[in-house]
C-alpha cells in the first residue's frame, strides 16, 4: 500500500508539533447515539485514529448524548461495535452526560460573570428576534435580568419547577454579531424526559454548542475535527472556551463531509428508510451503513483504505460509490480463494462421460497466488452451467455455448453442443455435449484453443444455495438533492434480486459470515447471517467489473 496522502490538518499538526505546541494529539470521535453508523462517519473515524495513532496520541469514542429525545442504548451498542471492526481501539469511552454536573456549573459561571440570562419567551419569539444576515437582531426584554435572579430561576429549573419551553438559558453575547450563531445562542432547555443513562436526574439539557466543547476541553482534546457545516460555530466554541474555566483548550477544525452517489448519507434519512420498511433494517446490504455494508461483504480494510484515498479537504464533492467498490475488489482479488457457483443453472449431460462416476479434477484456490494452494473439484456427467452462458441464437461474437459450438469447462476440458432439449413452451431446458478427453491438463490437446471458457458445478454434488444480488438503492445520483420530490421517491425497486435455486461448488456451504470468496467469473461473495446448515444464502459484495460506470 502506498504511505497515506497528506492533507491540510495532518500538515498544520505537523507545524505545531515543530512549534512545540503540543506533547501529544488527542483526538475523539463524537457520534449522537439516534442511529448507526455510515460511510461519512467512516472517513471521520479514519481521519480522528489515524491522526492520533501517527503523532503517537490517542482518540476517545464520546457519545454526544445530549438530547434524550433520539438516543438509545442499542446504538450505543451498535456504534462501539462498527468502530472496533473498522480496526481501531478507543482510549476512553465517554459520555457528554458524565460532564452534566460540570456543565452545569460552567452555566452558573458565566451566569456569576453576566455572560448568561435566563430568557422566559417562547421559542417563536426567539427566533424573530434572532435578525437576519443583512438585519441585526433584538434584543430580548429578559437580556439584562439581574444575574442573581437568572442563578435562581436556572436552579428552579433543574429542579423541575417548570414545563418545558417555559425559560431557556442563553450566553449573553452580542445581538448585532454578524455569525447569527454569536447573537444570544441558547444554551441550556428544560426536558421534562428520561434519558438513557441519566435516567431522571437531569430535567434541563445542554445544547450541542454548550456541550460540545466543553466536553473537548474537560477530555483535553487538542484538535476537535468536525465537518463543515459546523464552521459557523467555530466563533461561538472559542467564545465559551475563553469565557469559562475549562482545563484545556482545544481547537475546532472542520473538513467536508463525505458524500456518495445513488445513496444518503444521513442519518434522518436512514432512519426514514429502516422506520418505513424501505430496506429490511440498518444493516440491510443496500444500506450505506457500517452495518450494512459489512454484511454486505466490505472488508475494514477496503474501507480504510477507501477512507484515507478520497483525502480531506474543505471542498464538498460526490464520490462515486464505484470507487469504494474499487477498494473491495483490489483487497478480495488479492485475498478470497476462487470458487465455482452457478447463479441461474442450465443443465448440461457430458454424453461420453460414464454414468455414475466422480472424476476429480484438480483447481487452483488462487490463479496467480500458488501458496493458496488447490483443491479437488467434483466432474459427474450431468453438470450446470449459467442458463445465460447459452445462446441458441448467438451472435458473431458470443464465445459461450452455442449449438455445434466449442467451449472449454473451467479446470476440465473442451466441450462440444450436440443438441439442445426444450419443454413444450420452447424453452431450452437440457444441453447434451460431448467433451474431448484430449484437452484435459496433462493431454496432448490441453493448449488447444477455443474462444470461450465457462463455469460449471456438478449437479450431484453442488449444494442449492440461495443467493442475494445487489444494485444501486436509489437510481439518481443524488436522491437528496432533488428539492421537488421526496428522496424515497427515487428508490431503485430492483436494488435486490434474490435467486433460490443457485447451485455452489461442495465445500462453500459451510462458510459463515466473515468469509469470503470469488464465484469465478461472478464477483466476489460472502455467506448472509441468514446462512443455516439446511440453506446456505449468499451476496454479492460486488461484480468483477464495474457495472456502474456507462
Ligand atoms: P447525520 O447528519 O448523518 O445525522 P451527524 O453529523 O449528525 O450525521 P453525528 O453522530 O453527530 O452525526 O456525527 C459524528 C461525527 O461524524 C461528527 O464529527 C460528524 O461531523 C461526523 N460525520 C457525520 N457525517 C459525516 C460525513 N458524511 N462525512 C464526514 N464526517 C461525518
Ligand atoms: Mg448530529
Ligand atoms: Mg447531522
Redesign the pocket.
Known sequence: TTAAPTNFIRNRILKELEAGQYDEIVTR????PN?YL?L??A??IVLNFSLAEEFGGYTNLRF?DTNPAKEEQRYVDAIKEDVAWLGFDWQNECYASDYFETLFEYALHLIDNGLAYIDGQDADAIREQRGTLTEPGTPSPDRDRDPAESRDLFKRMRAGEFEDGAFVLRAKIDMAAPNINLRDPVIYRIRHKAHPRTGTAWCIYPSYDFAHGQSDAIEHITHS???LEFEDHRPLYDWLIEHLPVPARPHQIEFS???LDFTV????RLTRLVDEGYVSGWDDPRMPTIAGIRRRGFTPDSIRHFCTEIGVTKSESIIPFGALERNLRDDLNARAPRRMGVLRPLKLVLTNFPEGETEWVQAANHPQNPDMGTRKVALTRELYIEADDFMEEAPKKFFRLKPGGEVRLRNAFIIQCDEVIKDEAGNVVELRCSFDPDTRSGQPGADRKVKGTIHWVSAEHAVKAEVRLYDRLFNVPHPAGDKERDFVEHLNPDSLEVLEDARIEAGTETARPGEFFQFERLGYFVPDPDTTTEKPVFNRAVTLRDTWAK
Open positions: 470521535f463524537p457520534p449522537e442511529g455510515h461519512g462517519h472517513k471521520s454526544d475535527l468536525c465537518t463531509r463525505l458524500n448519507l444521513s442519518k434522518r
